[in-house]
């Protein structure tokens, strides 16, 4: 259901609203995410204009609406109109930042793991495995890289991580590289294409930052751009979790009983082809109606 009308009253602490519906107050709930997002415009006889679910949940003393999606948020006065939010001109910026790159590097890294019975709070991811591919503006490939790294802190990978990547630990150990070596390639792609690096969350990003700490190597962190399509991909469908990336691929591309890999390179492929779906549905919208079926 969509309404919208003026902002009556606010609990922050419940993260509820109230607007003023045929003379009686309807209350609307935001989850976690959306208030972050929201809370900075959400004041006192503004309007909004949002879309929610019929059924009521109990937050603390009221019966409140879950919020699906805002598509706007603004102050009208006598004398003046401010818009705050409006998501149609917010997916306009979007499209124009994600066409404005001239090299893109999608990449996916997978990361040890502690062992099944590791009670520990101070466990340290490290990078075992990196896939990327590289395009240019026009779309054509550039390069493609997959290898096996060696870890530092624990050199014996847990059977956990052995058993997600599918790999015995005798074929690990023959097909790995050295860490510094996967440093001098990744350093060199970067300083040759200048690419906007586009991550699947934020994870990759930051265990790869940690990751020059860890093998006492000078950090590559002001040489790097991530983007992550994750984030945006949530905030363009306003969902209220993340989805994941095996599942987007597959409700995107229509696909059934495709096996999840937990390969770096097919990962970072996947990547590759949801960010070509996404870009495609800011002009068409022909996701958006299942993507919000399958994640709300």
């Known amino acids: 259901m969509r309404i919208r009308g003026k902002i009556h009253m606010i609990e922050l602490d419940n993260k509820i609203i109230g607007i003023v519906v045929n003379r009686r107050i309807e209350f609307f709930y935001f989850q976690n995410s959306q208030m972050n997002v929201f809370k900075r415009y959400l004041y006192v006889d503004n309007w909004i204009d949002l879309d929610y679910s019929e059924n009521r949940v109990k937050k603390?003393?009221?019966?409140?609406?879950?919020?699906?999606?805002?598509?706007?948020?603004?102050?009208?006065?006598?004398?003046d109109h401010i818009i705050y939010y409006d998501k149609v001109n917010l997916n306009g910026s979007l499209k124009e930042f994600l066409n404005s790159f001239d090299n893109t590097m999608f990449l996916d890294l997978e990361m040890t793991m502690p062992s099944y019975n590791y009670k520990g709070k101070?466990?340290?991811?490290?990078v075992i495995q990196a896939g990327l591919v590289i395009f240019d503006k026009d779309g054509k490939e550039l390069l493609r890289y997959s290898n096996y790294i060696k870890p530092k802190l624990l050199p014996k990978l847990s059977k956990r991580a052995l058993d997600f990547l599918s790999i015995e630990e005798e074929d690990f150990e023959k097909n790995s590289i050295r860490y510094e070596q996967f440093y001098d390639d990744f350093h060199n792609m970067i300083t040759k294409y200048n690419p906007a690096i586009i991550v699947y969350g934020k994870n990759d990003s930051i265990v790869l930052n940690d990751s020059y700490e860890i093998n006492y190597m000078p950090s590559l962190k002001n040489k790097t751009r991530f983007v992550n399509i994750l984030q945006l991909i949530k905030n363009f469908y306003e969902l209220r979790n993340d989805p994941g990336l095996f599942k987007l691929y597959n409700v995107y591309f229509d696909v059934e009983n495709n096996p999840q890999l937990h390969d770096a390179f097919d990962d970072c492929y996947k990547t590759y082809k949801v960010f070509e779906a996404f870009k495609k549905d800011l002009e068409t919208k022909e996701s958006m109606k299942k993507i919000r079926e399958n994640f709300d």
């Open 122 to 126: 101070a466990f340290r991811a490290e």
């Open 60 to 79: 603390g003393s009221f019966l409140a609406h879950p919020v699906k999606f805002v598509y706007r948020i603004e102050a009208i006065g006598k004398f």
